[in-house]
Structures are given as structure tokens and as C-alpha cells.
């Protein structure tokens, strides 16, 4: 794989084993900046592996990375100088309040008293944390920590975030403002890594998403390809009586006939052209559709095929 000026992560022939357990098995990625990478897996797939090897916690077995344009195991300053990690688990301290918990991590940074200060204050304000900048931690909701964890990792203007499972146990309300942030962010320039087990929370941010199983990336693509590729889309005609319902069989063929709800199920893959085809059929031959609704798979069937299931049941993706 070649490293592209415009990627902010590359990767090639990643691996790392814990003893005789291998977690990863030669990872290849390619993330473009400005962007959102989702990495998706069962609990033990290696995605926290994965984040804690790109962002130098724990060195790979074998392969190479780059990062921001640095190599990972050549450079590891300027790659720790070019990210910010918010993990599973807050690195809020609970003693401290909120300002101070950011004020620590500006002189961490060395960002010096005023420069400091003025990044304290837009984070703050950025994060929605201006009432409560004064009060302990400790007091603070799950939607609140997260934010201020996050706004803890942006304090020196990383260029890339990894976000490991960042909105676990929040609220629908929390998650999604937590969702409206990193879109602000990427909005802005940053490149995102995220790993989650909610499929729905890739499926709204995610640029590009890739899925790990024992160690290897099975399928990658946009949620949209991804769901292409997993049998079962199909396209639900409904019909004002049983007649209009026997004349759409004749013509489409291959369908399933619900008689009670008229109804007839085609298969469809989501293509336009095809859907275009199916229902210029139709007109052609005098069938009136009452209603029509399409149905592809969701992210929740792609994951479950590729990876809930026995080596022996899985489905093959087209």
C-alpha cells in the first residue's frame, strides 16, 4: 500500500498476538484526512488492540503505520505530537473541576498561561461547559464527562482522534450530541478513528466502515456498499386487490406473495436502474402498485453475517 499526502492513517500487514492468542492478523487500512474511519467488531476482536497500537501505546508484532505522516515506530513523538485518544473509560479526574481537569492538560501540552487559558475558555464554550467549568467532576452526568474527556483530548489540537467506543452508556440524547461533535470536528478538518459496538453510531458518522473478525478486516466500504452486500434487500409492492396482486406476480417472476396484506416481495439489491426497470414492467403491463417501500439490509444483518455466526454459517457478501 502506498501512502497517500492526503491519507491521515495507513496501514500495512498489521499484527500483534498475545501469546498463542493472534488478535490482529495483517491489517491494511487507508483512512483520507478529514474524514471518519469506523471499526467495527464483536467484544475481544481487537479493536481496542488496533487503537492502542496506532496510537503508540503498545507496539505492533509486525507490519508498519503512518500517521499524520509519521511512521509509527520511527516517530513516535511526532505521532503522540499529532493525536488525541479518548478511551472506553473517562481519564477525568473526578477531584478536580471541570476547568481545572482542561487547565492540567494545556500545561501537559505546554501551551504556556495565556495561550493556555484562551484554549481552556474555547473548549469550555465548544463543549457546552461554561455553567459547570467550576464544579468538581464528580458531579458531572455520563453525557457531561464524555464531553469534557473529549474536549481534554482536543486541548492541543490533535490531527487525528481515536475514539474508542467514546459514547458507551450514554443516553439516546447524550449519544447524539456526542454524534453532532465529532461532526464538527471532522467538519473542521480532523480525521476520526471510531470504534463502537453501535452499529446505528457508525452508521450516522461513519465515512468509511471496515469490519474485524478473528483478527482480519472482512468487508470495508460505505455503509450503503456494505448493505449491498448482504443478501436479503428487497422491494415491497402492495396491491388495492387480490387481482392486482396475481397480474405483479405473473409479470415480476421471482417474488414472495403475502395474499392477506397483498402484498409481493421482490428481491432487490437498492439499485436505481433496476428499481426504474421493475416498475416501468409493471406500467407496461397495465399493473396499478398501490404502495411501494424498499427494505435493504441494516448494518445490524451486516454485522451479524459477517461475524455472529459460525465459521460454517456465515454469508459469503457478494
Known amino acids: 500500500m502506498t501512502t497517500s499526502r492526503r491519507s491521515a492513517i495507513t496501514a500495512t500487514g498489521l499484527r500483534r498476538s498475545f501469546g498463542d492468542?493472534?488478535?490482529?492478523?495483517?491489517?491494511?487500512?487507508?483512512v483520507p484526512r478529514g474524514t471518519v474511519f469506523s471499526l467495527l467488531g464483536a467484544?475481544?476482536?481487537?479493536?481496542t488492540t488496533m487503537v492502542k497500537i496506532?496510537?503508540?501505546?503498545?507496539?505492533?508484532d509486525g507490519g508498519s503505520a503512518r500517521i499524520a505522516g509519521h511512521d509509527l515506530a520511527a516517530e513516535p513523538d511526532a505521532v503522540r505530537a499529532a493525536i488525541g485518544v479518548t478511551g472506553q473509560f473517562s481519564a477525568v479526574d473526578d477531584l478536580l473541576t471541570g476547568q481545572e481537569n482542561l487547565r492540567l492538560m494545556a500545561d501537559l501540552n505546554h501551551l504556556g498561561r495565556a495561550a493556555g487559558r484562551r484554549r481552556v475558555a474555547e473548549l469550555l464554550e465548544q463543549f457546552d461547559l461554561v455553567d459547570a467549568a467550576g464544579k468538581q467532576a464528580a458531579?458531572?452526568?455520563?453525557?457531561?464527562?464524555?464531553?469534557?474527556?473529549?474536549?481534554?483530548?482536543?486541548v492541543g489540537?490533535?490531527?487525528?482522534?481515536?475514539?474508542?467506543?467514546?459514547?458507551?452508556?450514554?443516553?439516546?440524547?447524550?449519544?447524539r450530541a456526542m454524534w453532532q461533535i465529532v461532526r464538527d470536528l471532522v467538519a473542521g478538518g480532523v480525521t476520526v478513528f471510531l470504534t463502537t459496538q453501535y452499529l446505528e453510531e457508525a452508521d450516522e458518522l461513519a465515512d468509511r466502515i471496515a469490519v474485524l473478525d478473528h483478527g482480519r478486516i472482512v468487508a470495508e466500504g460505505t455503509a450503503d456498499e456494505l448493505k449491498r452486500r448482504i443478501p436479503g434487500g428487497h422491494v415491497l409492492l402492495r396491491f388495492a386487490d387480490a387481482g392486482g396482486l396475481e397480474s405483479a406476480a405473473r409479470v415480476v417472476g421471482q417474488a414472495s406473495r403475502d395474499g392477506d396484506a397483498l402484498a409481493l416481495r421482490v428481491p432487490h439489491d437498492g439499485d436505481v436502474r433496476s428499481l426504474k426497470a421493475l416498475l416501468d414492467r409493471l406500467d407496461e403491463n397495465a399493473v396499478e402498485v398501490d404502495s411501494l417501500s424498499m427494505h435493504t439490509p441494516d448494518l445490524d444483518d451486516v454485522f451479524l453475517a459477517l461475524t455472529g455466526r459460525p465459521d460454517n454459517e456465515k454469508v459469503t457478501p457478494r
Open 21 to 30: 492468542h493472534v488478535v490482529l492478523d495483517g491489517i491494511d487500512l487507508d
Open 43 to 47: 467484544n475481544g476482536a481487537g479493536k
Open 54 to 60: 496506532l496510537s503508540t501505546l503498545i507496539r505492533a
Open 139 to 154: 458531579t458531572y452526568s455520563g453525557g457531561m464527562r464524555r464531553r469534557l474527556d473529549l474536549a481534554m483530548t482536543l
Open 157 to 175: 489540537t490533535p490531527q487525528v482522534i481515536f475514539l474508542d467506543e467514546p459514547t458507551t452508556g450514554l443516553d439516546p440524547r447524550s449519544r
